[in-house]
């Protein structure tokens, strides 16, 4: 079987970082947790990073931090996109914040011109999302939140590694949340790192993901004098941080991550020279100005359901990145508010993408695709 996905260590590089951790007899938050907030600095060029336990509570955590620091109110609107995984949206929920839909592009991202559509007095922020790695068109995205004073968080859980005009994604964005779970391109068990603009933002989510707490457990115990138990909690907090296992994982993944985006760029042009001219397939294009991470290969089919079937009758795991959420009951009051993300959501499918696929799996997922399309 040729999975779709497949998570990929490098399982000795990593079990020295994990051996360090265990026998200096610290796994939580810590030393390796400072290394890679460091590292992803250097990498990305924002100017902080904070790493947590995932991508998940990064969307949960800025909502809330804005929420609270500028006075939004509950039912309080934020434009996101109904094209991604739930998580987006139900981190907007968990605020007691409303998502508005707005439809996509042909990146399958958000459109800037119906984002536009989308804005009421009660618009604060648009939440959007790079789905595959896809920049799409950020950039106008970026004008329409600064044009109309609304924050703009990005959700970057497949971005990792992805380029805009040869710069790491996240700039101009007020915060970035990248995803760093099992089969991402930066493979750690579960784990992401929040990055926000403003260094007042990033010192308060510190205190926020220790529940509350004005200095960690790491700083107490390496700081001197009698009083390091003395701490105080300033406002109700959550238990969101990352621990140094995790972070022992992610910076050997780090150190990968350029080679291995490589890989899955090849692994797409592969696919992509196979596929042109198939009739009933549309490959998803990428934004020209981006040098996406890949960490999805998406096309459109025609017969997308029977063509899921027969590539799982060949033995080729497939999936659809995703079912448009205004089909579940919690956003169900959208319905008919973005026909294309509904029209791509009934025929996408995405094709293996990982360090284990080989260009002889991808010719033989191909002339399967091939075979499906011609005999319908």
Not at 23 to 29: C, I, S
Not at 53 to 68: I, P, R
Not at 178 to 202: H, R, W, Y
Not at 329 to 356: F, N, Q, V
Request: glycine share 8%.
């Amino acid at each position: 079987m040729i999975q779709l996905f497949t998570p990929y260590f490098r399982v000795d590089e990593c079990l020295v970082g994990i051996r360090e951790c265990l026998e200096k007899g610290w796994t939580g938050l810590g030393f390796k947790t400072a290394e890679i907030e460091k590292s992803w600095v250097e990498y990305t060029g924002l100017p902080y990073a904070h790493f947590l336990s995932s991508n998940t509570v990064g969307l949960h955590l800025a909502l809330h931090m804005f929420k609270t620091k500028y006075g939004w109110k509950d039912e309080d609107e934020i434009i996101t996109t109904p094209l991604t995984f739930v998580s987006t949206n139900h981190a907007i929920k968990y605020c007691q914040l409303k998502p508005v839909f707005a439809d996509i592009d042909e990146y399958l991202c958000l459109d800037p011109e119906d984002i536009k559509k989308k804005i009421t007095p009660r618009t604060k922020a648009v939440m959007f999302v790079g789905i595959g790695g896809n920049t799409g068109r950020y950039e106008e995205v970026l004008k329409v939140c600064r044009d109309h004073g609304l924050k703009l968080i990005l959700d970057a859980a497949h971005m990792a590694g992805s380029r805009l005009n040869g710069v790491h994604v996240g700039q101009g964005a007020d915060v970035t949340i990248f995803s760093f779970q099992a089969v991402k391109n930066l493979p750690t068990a579960d784990s992401g790192m929040i990055c926000f603009a403003d260094a007042e933002d990033d010192e308060r989510a510190r205190k926020l993901t220790w529940l509350g707490i004005n200095k960690d457990t790491y700083a107490r115990t390496v700081s001197q004098g009698a009083y390091k138990w003395m701490y105080d909690v300033e406002e109700v907090g959550f238990k969101f941080h990352g621990n140094s296992i995790m972070a022992a994982i992610a910076l050997v993944s780090l150190k990968h991550l350029d080679q291995d985006n490589a890989y899955r760029r090849q692994l797409a042009q592969w696919y992509e020279d196979g596929l042109k001219g198939v009739k009933g397939i549309e490959v998803v294009p990428t934004y020209p100005a981006c040098e996406s991470s890949r960490h999805l290969f998406q096309a459109k089919a025609t017969n997308r359901d029977a063509l899921i079937q027969y590539l799982n009758d060949k033995n080729v795991g497939v999936g659809v990145h995703y079912r448009d959420n205004i089909h579940y009951a919690p956003y169900a009051y959208a319905e008919g508010t973005c026909p294309k993300a509904r029209s791509a959501s009934d025929h996408l499918i995405s094709l293996p993408m990982h360090m284990g696929v080989t260009q002889e799996n991808v010719e033989y997922i191909v002339d399967a695709v091939r075979s499906c399309m011609k005999t319908g």
